[in-house]
């Protein structure tokens, strides 16, 4: 496994590579570093003016940190990038306490992104997700987008089998603008993911989730007191953990035969 320009630098200075296998592994180069560039628009786009009619709206106040990478993978190390991804998660996150969340997220992202490493070979597939955790001092947002294109030409899949572009965006939450119901509906699919099968665990990460939305949503406002506040009411909460398992505002493209590029 190796960054797309790195295999195509090794190809450039290999005797005996032809010239067209050189083109083309220049142009899945290229074609990744576009799509990823795409999911950079895509994301920073949403994040302005998010107005998806199927996902709630989770405003930002700024951008705190990006991940952008284009690789070359083959079949056999498919189980290393999907373990990249989840350790680029991790390394975003600045509250390490919370275990189960880092894997969850990480559980989370590791399956979309392997849902489109399974696409066949000559097609191309496109993943765009949405997670909202909390991450000691923030409540923050994270979008993830993957692009991937399995290789069919035989000549190419020497080199590389799958051309992949990937991109993270974590961005701090405007608490002001995102009721508690709200917030705990996007924040139910990690939940879910990290908890699901322990309700006991699931309820003490509801109580922590609330008490940390309320320390925010007080810091909030000007005024200093509590604003609009609501006592937790557990099993109305825990019905929307039940009911919010899918993240929000995930767009799975469907396969598609890849058009530019003979391989």
């Given at each position: 496994m190796g960054k797309l320009r790195e295999i195509v630098d090794k190809a450039d200075n290999t005797p005996g590579i032809t010239e067209d296998v050189r083109e083309s592994l220049h142009l899945l180069m290229s074609l990744a570093e576009n799509k990823m560039n795409l999911l950079q628009d895509?994301?920073?786009?949403?994040?302005?003016?998010?107005?998806?009619?199927?996902?709630?709206?989770?405003?930002?106040?700024?951008?705190?940190?990006?991940?952008?990478?284009?690789?070359?993978?083959?079949?056999?190390?498919?189980?290393?990038?999907?373990?990249?991804?989840?350790?680029?998660?991790?390394?975003?996150?600045?509250d390490h306490s919370a275990t189960g969340i880092v894997n969850g997220m990480a559980k989370l992202a590791t399956d979309a992104l392997d849902t489109v490493l399974g696409v066949g070979q000559g097609m191309e597939r496109i993943?765009?997700?949405?997670?909202?955790?909390?991450?000691?001092?923030?409540?923050?947002?994270?979008?993830?987008?993957?692009?991937?294109?399995?290789?069919?030409?035989?000549?190419?899949?020497?080199?590389?089998?799958?051309?992949?572009?990937?991109?993270?965006?974590?961005?701090?939450?405007?608490?002001?603008?995102l009721s508690f119901n709200d917030f705990l509906a996007v924040y139910s699919p990690v939940l879910n993911a990290a908890f699901g099968s322990d309700p006991s665990k699931l309820k003490a990460m509801v109580k922590e989730a609330k008490k940390t939305y309320d320390q925010f949503k007080q810091g909030s406002n000007p005024g200093g007191g509590n604003g609009d506040l609501e006592p937790l009411d557990m099993d109305s909460a825990m019905k929307i953990v039940a009911s919010h398992v899918k993240l929000q505002g995930t767009v799975l493209s469907a396969p598609q035969k890849a058009t530019v590029g003979d391989f």
């Open positions: 895509e994301i920073v786009m949403k994040l302005k003016d998010d107005k998806s009619p199927d996902a709630l709206r989770v405003p930002i106040t700024k951008i705190i940190s990006t991940y952008v990478e284009a690789r070359a993978i083959t079949k056999e190390q498919t189980s290393e990038i999907l373990l990249k991804v989840s350790k680029t998660i991790e390394n975003m996150i600045t993943v765009t997700t949405t997670m909202v955790t909390p991450d000691y001092p923030a409540i923050v947002r994270y979008d993830f987008g993957c692009w991937n294109r399995t290789i069919e030409a035989e000549n190419i899949r020497k080199h590389c089998e799958h051309g992949l572009a990937c991109v993270i965006y974590k961005s701090a939450v405007d608490i002001s603008k």
